[in-house]
């Protein structure tokens, strides 16, 4: 029986049967051929995990060429704009542009993809941080730091010793990322968010590490069928740790504008988050749904993480999101099941409820979906579960339903 390949082993093995396999020319249709091409996806899916080729880091690729060529730093300025933007560029301070890259490309000859390697900037480094700019008191009322040092500390301390951690294992992401959503947000208040998030998902006891692809469209929608149960939201959160995604539900900090986020923390530990801005029962299933879609088609390496602000937010801009947004519409309500069903007309609590039943869902889920395709937000209203989600994580320090 052929079996994933988990081990060097394992591996050495599976090349030796292919080879075997290849010398007897087994035609095609028959069961050798066949478990010669399984074999052969299993060995090329082990080894590009265990043997990954990479591109070097886009600076390091500059440098490389000038050190082949024998140029300095204001040889860059035909490429780069002038010599203080060399000078922050190769310092890992300011991002290449597209049209830099065009220009280093065509001009020295370094090869696209090592210069669309995007590389985080040193701005993630502490010395290049404004310790000032993060929100202390509201982290402090948050419970970022621990009681009994609060008082004993100065708050730039507290904020170092909070955040430093998180800069050495790179867990920061909303430092760096050039572009944080639509809207203009705080980075700061939304990186400390972000590394209490991390903190919180990593002190989680899960018990399994997380693999790519077990988040299916079947297992999304049988997270969605929990929101059935007046514990729904609760059974979730546990559902999903089981399979090795913590799931923290963790009030925003002002100026984030923030509803969810997916974040991949290490290799097979990827971390959802949640701040109920909205204490409704629509936004938490919608918001959850989005979040377990990045994790399951766009959350890797090159991609650690997306923060969303779902307030208003059409398909526009990012085909991520898009992709993300109909997905989570797929999980919470089947197309077909959609197209067929008199709730896509008739705006009515019997026909919303009567959907709900047939998909076993919250009908404050098919409420919201009603609301998004009339573009009408106002109809139905008082069967969209307000009030019915906070409640469920009392530990939280939650103020007002608003942003």
Not at 10 to 36: K, N, P, V
Not at 59 to 71: T, Y
Not at 72 to 87: C, E, F, I, M, T
Not at 246 to 272: F, K, M
């Amino acid at each position: 029986m052929i079996k994933p390949i988990r081990n060097d082993a394992e591996h050495a093995a599976a090349l030796e049967e292919i080879q075997r396999l290849m010398s007897r020319e087994s035609a095609a249709g028959t069961s050798e051929a066949d478990d010669l091409g399984v074999l052969t996806v299993l060995v090329e899916e082990y080894e590009s995990k265990r043997f990954p080729i990479s591109h070097p880091d886009p600076i390091d690729a500059i440098k490389f060429r000038m050190e082949q060529q024998g140029l300095a730093q204001r040889d860059l300025v035909p490429y780069l704009g002038s010599p203080s933007r060399v000078s922050e560029i190769l310092a890992r301070k300011r991002f290449l542009t597209l049209s830099m890259i065009r220009a280093l490309h065509s001009g020295l000859g370094i090869p696209a993809e090592s210069l669309l390697q995007e590389s985080p900037p040193v701005v993630a480094e502490p010395q290049h941080l404004d310790w000032n700019r993060f929100p202390f008191r509201e982290m402090s009322r948050n419970d970022y730091f621990a009681e009994t040092t609060t008082k004993q500390r100065k708050p730039e301390e507290l904020v170092r010793q909070f955040v430093e951690p998180h800069l050495r294992r790179r867990s920061a992401p909303a430092l760096y990322k050039r572009t944080l959503s639509h809207r203009t947000v705080d980075k700061y208040a939304l990186a400390a968010w972000t590394m209490r998030v991390v903190t919180r998902g990593l002190e989680r006891p899960i018990s399994i590490g997380f693999n790519h692809g077990s988040i299916t469209l079947d297992v999304m929608r049988e997270v969605a069928q929990l929101s059935w149960s007046t514990q729904g939201p609760r059974l979730a959160q546990e559902f999903l740790e089981r399979r090795g995604i913590p799931t923290i539900i963790e009030p925003h900090l002002t100026h984030t504008r923030l509803d969810g986020a997916a974040i991949l923390v290490e290799e097979r530990r990827p971390v959802l988050g949640m701040t109920l801005r909205y204490d409704r029962l629509d936004n938490f299933w919608f918001c959850l749904m989005h979040e377990l879609a990045h994790i399951a088609l766009h959350l890797r390496t090159a991609d650690p993480s997306f923060y969303d602000d779902l307030d208003g937010v059409g398909d526009e801009g990012d085909q991520r999101e898009h992709e993300a947004n109909q997905l989570a519409r797929e999980a919470l309500i089947p197309q077909e099941a959609w197209e067929r069903n008199p709730a896509r007309l008739v705006r009515s609590p019997q026909a919303a409820q009567r959907l709900a039943e047939e998909l076993r869902v919250h009908p404050a889920i098919v409420v919201g979906r009603m609301q998004y395709e009339s573009r009408n937000f106002r109809i139905l209203g008082h069967m969209l579960g307000r009030g019915q989600v906070r409640r469920h994580f009392p530990h939280s320090k939650w103020r007002g339903s608003e942003p």
